[in-house]
């Protein structure tokens, strides 16, 4: 199984920007894609963004697609999420997925906390 380890979630100010990495532990023809979820308290868990390693991506609403970014960095096993223009209602926890495919999520990471206050 995949192994994932997200980083970069932290505090910061509404109108702020983070930067999530995800590292693999390795690529497998099982895991073409990766992505993004978040969860904040009291919430069910909502995809936030996907990627597929060779190209192509998508974004689970309209105000996400453009304040969110999310890329990778195939030599180094690692996809990103970038965030800009962050909000109060942004605050959740990011979870890291990987899967054969787009819905097909098979291995998900610990979560990184992301708190933006007003």
């Known amino acids: 199984q995949v192994q994932l380890r997200e980083s970069g979630g932290g505090l910061v100010q509404a109108g702020g920007s983070l930067r999530l990495s995800c590292v693999t532990s390795g690529r497998t023809v099982t895991h073409n894609a990766m992505g993004w979820f978040r969860q904040a308290p009291g919430k069910g868990r909502e995809f936030v963004a996907a990627i597929r390693w060779t190209g192509g991506s998508t974004y689970n609403t309209d105000s996400m697609k453009g304040r969110f970014t999310i890329s990778t960095d195939n030599a180094k096993n690692t996809v990103y999420l970038q965030m800009n223009s962050l909000k109060p209602e942004d605050t959740a926890i990011y979870y890291c997925?990987?899967?054969?495919?787009?819905?097909?999520?098979?291995?998900w990471g610990q979560g990184t906390q992301v708190t933006v206050s007003s």
């Open positions: 997925v990987a899967g054969s495919d787009y819905g097909m999520w098979s291995s």
